[in-house]
């Protein structure tokens, strides 16, 4: 019998799930790094062979909260960026709108935030099965900078980048090839974008900008309008109250 798929209590939760939670609880606690099969047994009040049942090392439970993190995260990105779809809005107020629901993730989730945005940790090695969820992310950012293209939305750059581009072509192909002259080197510039993105978020979980703005929530929106600016979108501000 598969323990992993059973129930471990009455109330229809299952033990790979109950685990996890645990885990999570022991990721804002201790971090990744501190992560032990042992305590993950003890915060979830399961035994060692039930956590070990479900996940038996502490490399498979990190690869499950990994891929748990970069799928709900990117959920929440999807979901957004739907509804701003829907409400007509163009390329500008979809990222927006999709960059604020990672940022509210992050916020509601600093443990999970950490172990796929924070330090590597020691001794673990994500495996493929990692990369199509990490990849959700700036499929999204790409969806949207595609549209922007495809709708002329994009003011052409200033100077273009110079030399052949430097993108792997599994970085062409999640964009659908090299867009043509004055954009050919949006892709380099949409990666920019994404590590921009990251970045802000990095500083603004782990309070690095609190004594520097007034207002994070504002700062952040004025923040991925200026990376924008990078690859040609504007992106909608709202004036602050007094202006």
Do not use: C
């Amino acid at each position: 019998m598969d323990v992993s798929a059973m129930s471990s209590n009455d109330d229809g939760v299952t033990l790979p799930t109950r685990v996890k939670e645990a885990a999570r609880r022991q990721l804002v606690q201790v971090g990744a790094a501190g992560l032990t099969l042992d305590a993950v047994a003890h915060d979830g009040g399961l035994s060692v062979a039930e956590v070990t049942g479900a996940f038996p090392d502490r490399d498979a439970l990190l690869t499950a909260l990994v891929i748990d993190a970069y799928d709900s995260s990117a959920a929440e990105m999807e979901r957004a960026d739907e509804a701003a779809k829907e409400a007509g809005e163009g390329a500008g107020a979809r990222l927006l709108a999709a960059t604020r629901a990672l940022r509210a993730w992050s916020f509601a989730n600093p443990g999970d935030f950490t172990l796929i945005y924070g330090s590597p940790v020691p001794g673990y090695h994500a495996p493929q099965d990692t990369v199509g969820p990490a990849s959700r992310t700036p499929a999204v950012l790409a969806a949207i900078v595609l549209s922007a293209l495809e709708a002329g939305e994009l003011t052409p750059p200033r100077r273009s980048l110079p030399g052949p581009p430097l993108l792997l072509p599994a970085a062409e192909a999640l964009f659908g090839g090299a867009p043509p002259a004055p954009y050919s080197d949006l892709l380099e510039r949409g990666i920019a974008l994404w590590s921009s993105l990251v970045g802000l978020l990095v500083f603004q979980v782990f309070s690095r900008t609190h004594d520097s703005v007034s207002d994070e929530v504002g700062y952040f929106d004025r923040a991925i309008a200026v990376a924008a600016e990078g690859i040609g979108l504007e992106v909608p501000l709202a004036a602050p109250l007094g202006e």
